[in-house]
Each structure stands twice: as structure tokens, then as C-alpha cells.
């Protein structure tokens, strides 16, 4: 991060030096004490945003563009449907789920789908591929909405095979050694919950069951066959409820010869995936679904047309990751190891919120017929995770993401050959990211729109979200806070092909409605709404030593195609006076009585009128403010409403003066 470089000085006479603020490039800081900051970087800038190379603009300002609702939907994303009228043959809808109801729109009117509803109250997420949109909400089973039939579907489900029953061979005779097993039944989505155990006693060890030169002794499994299963699974343990996976059938009996070695790492299922697991986030990556469930397995599905099979003899599977240490899965995301080879990295959070990565990778094993998916994973060291699924966006080659160590990128560097870093990018608003409670910041929601990344969050330690902090990758530069309140951010390009930024309000409209908005620079309020923009300069000195002392004779402010009205102030320390109100003033794109004279400013009030309005309608236009004090540092604040307008540079007319230290800096 950029420490604090000598006022920028050129032309001027012999005895004046013009200070120049060229630009904003170095955004908010709110890391270094206002003394410390560079001077193309700013205290506060609410309601503001870089454009061009750090000229700083009013936001974006919003407008309804879909129907209102009369509830805050559990869940808010988009889709893509095929559309040959369009230019790219494709149009982006939004789906929500209202009351457990999912609807569609694309501008117009919200149309309800049929088939299946969704329990009320439990956020949803989604997820299309294979002309369908996965639905999951962390308490009903994976359900999919059919786009072309307008309809949510949800998978049939088997049943748990019944009555398993364990015959011995004529030389296995009874003893002392004890055997458990149990059987499950699968279909191409999942795996019932493990049969009832059953347990005989044998004279051998399960190994031992054939000894050198003797017939072949077993133990013979049967059960009832089950109506849909695919497969059965036969799992084995020496302990009671001990069972592992050994083997899997295609009919409803097995013959254990005790051949085949116990996968310990493969557990006899307690919970049915059979109608799909029930799954609390849902992405996609190396062309397949990825989901992290409530029981904290992380879940994969097939390729192909077992894109849904979430069943390893059908290329899906599950895993746990770091069972039992305090890390559990948050999200799946798809990106490349430190040799940029894909690999699937697993998002862990911990109880403060830094958590880790993992790499999960998956290998196809083949057991005498049988074909099934071995995953592998691996620790990257050094990494944090996060605690907001939403929060991890791709932008620029990295994977940014909010942990409790802020907002940190995933990528490798130049200097460390086949290694990925994990660096911080949010130093300079470090204490802003310190203020957002980990249990509410888990709804932390970002995008990747027009070369900045957009974090609605909820600041300040505010239970919902109620800003946007925007970090320009461009500029690397941050600025903060947007006072919108926004749930879910998205982008949305409709059927005339522009993407646009989208996001659904976090509380409702003075009528109790909400809104999903478009940002735009077209717009200048909040769906007709004023909002207020105010920015701080830090302060600024005439020396590295900031000891020395200058009289201002005028500050200019260039202003680029302004359109309603901005009050600009210059605060400063004089010998006599701590930091107060040198000189303000309304610049306006017309004659209007907007002045602040009553109104409060943060620790100033606007109460000086020299120079009053000024009309204007150039691209670029200067005002200038005469000042005439001898002071130690200043600053610039300005403050807008209903306005649009860049501020390009700020230049302060000085001549350096000796001036005896104030009697303050003697005591």
C-alpha cells in the first residue's frame, strides 16, 4: 500500500507553488490516519465511484426493472434460455422463490411454474445446466426447474432394501469371530440409507475364510430385491455399526468370499440421496455440479447424462474434508492449481471466519467391472477460505473472496514457480472489513461488473446487507460505501444484449414491496429517491515533515459536465485556529438557491456565500476559491444531491511562509 509522497507541486512564480491533486486513482483509505494519506487519496467518499483514470463521479443511481413482490424472495438468480429473435440467440431470464413458488420474469410479469413447491423460509440457490436450473435450500432434496416446460421437478426416490439374511457355507462353522453387514440400494442420483444390520459368528477371520488347499468357504447375503435400484452396496465391519464398503452387485444377493479389503473411508450411509441430496450451496465446475450438503459432505455429480448421478458407480460421489477439526465446507468453485492445471477448489470456513482451500481432485478407479470415482484432496498451505459462498468471484484470472481476514485473491505469482498465493487486497478499508460480524457477512454477496467487483455487505455490524464496497481492479483502488442496502447482486443482460447490474433490496420500499433495481449512470436517485454524496480529501502538507506553513491564495476545482448542483468546502489549521472552514462554495449547471448556509457538514457548516452560483454547460469547467490564510494542512470536502458530475483535479495556489511554531506545539 501506498504511503503518504510530498504534495505534488509545479508552475507557478518564483514565490507560488501549485499543489495538484491530478486524480483520485488511490480511492478510499481508511487503513493510514487522514495525516498519513497520499494525496490522490481520499478520507470518505459516500455515494461516489472512479471512472476514467480516478475521476471521482456520483454513483450510479437505481430503478425498479422488474415487478415488485410482496415478499422478500428465499432466492434471487438468473438464466439463460435459448431465444432465436435475439441478436446472440440467447436471453437471460431471473428466477426467484416466492413462498416456495418459483417464478420467472424477464422484464415482465412473473410467471408461476408448475409441479413441485420449495419449504417457505430457507434461501435458495441455483444452478443451470443440461437446460435445467438446479434448486437447492439447505432443507428440501435437490430439486431442478425444467425451463422449457415452465415446471419443478423433483427425483424419485427407492426404497431401503429390506429383510437381509446371512446363510453360512457347509466348512464355515460357527465360532467365536464375529461378522456385521449391512445393504443399500442405488440409483442413478444416490444411494439409500444402510438395511438393518445383520451379524453372524464364524470359526475364521474374514481373511482367513479359505486356508491353503481347502474348498472355498463364504458367507451367502440375500435381501429383497428393491423396484428402480440399480446396483446394491455391502458393506462390513468385525463391530457392530462399524460397517465400510466392501463390494457392489447388480442383484439382490452377494457372496462374500472375504477376498475383497474394507474401503474404510467409505461409510455405510445413515441418509437417503436417492431423490438427491439435500444441499445447502450448489455450483458447477469441471463440467459438473458441485454441492456442499448439511451434513457437511462435499458432493459431485456425473458428466454427461449423469450430470445429476451424485452416485459413485455412475461418476458422482461425496467426500468429507477434514472431518471432526472445526472446518467445514462452504463452497466449490472451479480454477487451476500453481502448474495451471483445473482443479476444483473447496472454499472451508472456521468458527473466527479465516478458514482454507482445498484441492479436491477426482480419479477413475476400476475394480475388477466395476468402474467409481476416487477423490483426492490436498491442503493449499497458507490460504484462508471463506464463510460467504457468494462472496468468491472470478475476475482477472484470481478468485476473489471475504473472509475474516478481508477481502483476499487466490493466484500465483511470478517469483513462486508452481505455487498459488493467497494475498490480501482490502488493506486499505481493512478496518471497514473488521467491522462485519461473521454470522451476518456469510450473505455477503459480489460481481464481477464493468472491470470493478461489487460487494453488497453489511456493514458496520448490521444484520442484513446495507452497503456496497466497490474494489476497481483497474485502479486498485477501493471505494466505499454506496448507502444501498442489497441482498443479492447479479448481472442480467436481457433480450436487447446489454448487461446490466442487478440486485434485489434488502427491506422493503416505504409500501412494503421489494425491488429488484438496475444500476445505471442514467439514473441520478434511488427509483426517484435523493440520495446524498459527500468525499474527504485527507490532509494535506507542503513538506514530507508536514512542518511547514503556506498561505493559500486560491484553490481551482475542474469539473467535468456538470448537471445540478455541488458545495465544495477547504478546511485548514492555521497558527491560531485548529482545523475549521477556509472558504466553500455552490457550483451549479444553473441558477438555483441550493446553498448550505444552516446545514451541518461532519464538523463544519457551509456558511461562508462568496461567489454564490454559477451556470455553465462546458465539458470541463473551473471555479476557483479565494482564500488567502496561512495554515499548516488542509483538506477538500465536497457534498451533492440529485447531481451528476466528475471531479478531475483540485489545485491549490500556495506561497510558502515562516511561520513561528503556535504556542500549542510548545506545550
Known sequence: MAVQTPPRMTGGSAKTQNIIIPNFSGGVNSYLDEARLPNNTLRSAVNYMLRQDGVLYPRWGTKTFFPVLDKMPDGFDKFTVKMLATASGLEEWVIIVEDGVVKRSNGGAWQEATGEKLTPGYEAKFYQVDDCVYIVNGKDVLAFYDIANNKVKKFEGIDTPKNLKVTNSKNLATGSYSNFYKVSAVNEVGETMASAEISVKTNRIRNQWRQTGEVEDYLELTWDAVPKATRYNIYYSDMSNDETYIDSVSTNSYRDLGRTAQNVAVEAPVADTTSGPVLRDITGSSYRIFGVGVDDKVYWGGVGKYISAFNAFYGGGWVEINKGTGEIPITVRSYRDGRGEPVNVVFMTTASGEGSQNQLTLT???????????????????????????????????????????????????????????????????PDFDGINPLYGRGISSVHFDGKIFDAVPAAQSKVNNEIWILDLQLKAWIRPWTIGIKKLITFTPSDGRERLMGLRSTPDNNGKYRIVEFSEKYITDDGEPFVSTFRTGLLHF?????????????????????????????????????????????????????????????????????????????????????????????????????????????????????????????
Open 543 to 667: 513538506d514530507k515533515g508536514h512542518m511547514s506553513w503556506a498561505k493559500m491564495k486560491k484553490t481551482y476545482i475542474e469539473l467535468l459536465r456538470v448537471s445540478g448542483s455541488l458545495s465544495i468546502a477547504v478546511s485548514g489549521t492555521g497558527k491560531k485556529r485548529v482545523l475549521h472552514t477556509l472558504k466553500d462554495i455552490t457550483v451549479s449547471s444553473a441558477m438555483v438557491t441550493t446553498g448550505f448556509n444552516s446545514d451541518k457538514f461532519n464538523d463544519f457548516a457551509f456558511n461562508d456565500t462568496e461567489g454564490g452560483h454559477v451556470t455553465f454547460s462546458d465539458p470541463s469547467t473551473k471555479k476557483s476559491l479565494k482564500i488567502n490564510k496561512v495554515v499548516n494542512n488542509y483538506r477538500v470536502d465536497g457534498r451533492s444531491s440529485n447531481a451528476s458530475y466528475g471531479i478531475a483535479t483540485i489545485t491549490s495556489v500556495v506561497i510558502p511562509k515562516k511561520v513561528p511554531d503556535p504556542a500549542s506545539w510548545k506545550k
Open 364 to 430: 477413475s478407479m476400476t475394480v475388477g467391472n466395476t468402474s467409481f470415482i476416487v477423490p483426492n484432496i490436498a491442503r493449499v498451505v497458507g490460504s484462508y477460505g471463506t464463510y460467504a459462498a457468494g462472496s468468491v468471484t472470478e475476475a482477472d484470472n484470481n478468485l476473489f473472496f471475504t473472509c475474516s481476514r478481508g477481502k483476499n485473491t487466490t493466484g500465483a505469482k511470478p517469483d513462486l514457480l508452481n505455487v498459488l498465493s493467497t494475498e490480501e487486497v482490502s488493506l486499505a478499508i481493512r
